[in-house]
Each structure stands twice: as structure tokens, then as C-alpha cells.
T-cell receptor
Framework: DAGVTQSPTHLIKTRGQQVTLRCSPI?????VSWYQQVLGQGPQFIFQ???????GRGNFPDRFSARQFPNYSSELNVNALLLGDSALYLC?????????????FGPGTRLTVL | DAKTTQPNSMESNEEEPVHLPCNHS???????IHWYRQLPSQGPEYVIH???SNVNNRMASLAIAEDRKSSTLILHRATLRDAAVYYC??????????????FGSGTRLQVQP
């Protein structure tokens, strides 16, 4: 079975630009979460979606937005990129939002902002 | 959120057992203890979780203190592939509106051949 897939693998943008990252969850999983991991730190929660509705939001500015589609795939958008947005962006899927549900992570998208 | 405290780094020799400690003195009665690990250049992966009793699976064992204020992840025979950052995470079983994993800095495990 295919795991969580993310695209693109790597991305280079300049300050002020906008970026869209994509995530396809494991088949049958209805929840997708997004995390940002800056070099040397643990992942930080950005958003969680379940059945196309936002169920949780971390402490990130409004420049960050996301959505989930009917097929449960998801997009993360970041506007007006800053140098500090350079990070590994991880997507995780789970069957539901229950705290005992395992979250399965994709390999991430490495975003570099110049 | 209840917080966890882990050592920054640990070293082990290949084929020896490894005990990774985690302190969570402010844990609530409804918090599950989860462990994830992140191998180099990969996303985190689930290892094990438990509530009160010790747990075993094919990857590891989780020993939970009787007062639940600490826990230990046990790798019975470390391999080079186990070199990773290990994260101890608490997750509330009730609906708090925050349904995400809260990662700390984790423990970087180095395994020597």
C-alpha cells in the first residue's frame, strides 16, 4: 500500500512569493495534518483537517492556509514568504482525529526561501 | 499541554539494549504516552503508545511508571538503523480542540557498530 505522498520534494522560492504544497493521504484515511520542521528542531503543528473541515490550528500567522479536498488530499498555502519560512513541511494522515490514532508521515517538502 | 523532558542525546552499541527515558510530571489521567522516531532525512514514524500498563510491539517496549510521571522506551537490541531522534509525546484522549502531536526536541540516539 502506498504511504503518504507529498509534492514537490524540494522547492526554492524568493521572499514575497507564494507557495502551494500538496499531500495525498493513505487510502482510507480521512484526516490530514501539516507540520513545519525547522532545522534542528522538532516538528511544529500548523493545521489539522478532517472530512474537509479544519479541526485544529497551531500558532502560525494568517499567511498560512490549507484546505482538504473531497478525496481527502490536502494543500498547504503560504503567502508572502519570509526567510524564516525555510523548513521541511511534513504532512501526516490518520484514519480519524482520535488521540490513539497513529499519524503516518510523508517524507516532507523541503522549502528554501532566498 | 502537559510537557515532556528527554535527554538531548544518548549513545548505544549495536545489539545492546537501549533505555530512552522521558519525564512527564504534569501528565493528566487522560493523557496517552506516545513515542515517535525520526530517521535522518525522513518524516517521523510511530513507535508505540500506552496509557497505564506496559506495552510491547515488534519495534519496542514501553515501560510506564506506576505514578505515570515517567516512562521508558526500550529497544531490546539496537541496530544501526535505530539511530534516530526519538520523541516522547503526550496526547489527551478527550476532545480538547487540539488534535495534533506536540513534539519537543527529542533524544538523538547514536548507535555505534
Amino acid at each position: 500500500d502506498a504511504g503518504v505522498t507529498q509534492s514537490p520534494t524540494h522547492l526554492i522560492k524568493t521572499r514575497g512569493q507564494q507557495v502551494t504544497l500538496r499531500c495525498s493521504p493513505i487510502s482510507g484515511h480521512k484526516s490530514v495534518s501539516w507540520y513545519q520542521q525547522v532545522l534542528g528542531q522538532g516538528p511544529q503543528f500548523i493545521f489539522q483537517y478532517y472530512e474537509k473541515e479544519e479541526r485544529g490550528r497551531g500558532n502560525f500567522p494568517d499567511r498560512f492556509s490549507a484546505r482538504q479536498f473531497p478525496n481527502y488530499s490536502s494543500e498547504l498555502n503560504v503567502n508572502a514568504l519570509l526567510l524564516g519560512d525555510s523548513a521541511l513541511y511534513l504532512c501526516a494522515s490518520s484514519y480519524s482525529t482520535a488521540s490513539t490514532d497513529t499519524q503516518y508521515f510523508g517524507p516532507g517538502t523541503r522549502l528554501t526561501v532566498l | 499541554d502537559a510537557k515532556t523532558t528527554q535527554p538531548n542525546s544518548m549513545e548505544s552499541n549495536e545489539e545492546e539494549p537501549v533505555h530512552l527515558p522521558c519525564n512527564h510530571s504534569t501528565i493528566s489521567g487522560t493523557d496517552y504516552i506516545h513515542w515517535y522516531r525520526q530517521l535522518p532525512s525522513q518524516g517521523p514514524e510511530y513507535v508505540i503508545h500506552g496509557l497505564t500498563s506496559n506495552v510491547n510491539n515488534r519495534m519496542a517496549s514501553l515501560a510506564i511508571a506506576e505514578d505515570r510521571k515517567s516512562s521508558t522506551l526500550i529497544l531490546h537490541r539496537a541496530t544501526l538503523r535505530d539511530a534516530a531522534v526519538y520523541y516522547c509525546i503526550l496526547r489527551d484522549s478527550y476532545d480538547t480542540g487540539r488534535r495534533a502531536l506536540t513534539f519537543g526536541s527529542g533524544t538523538r540516539l547514536q548507535v555505534q557498530p
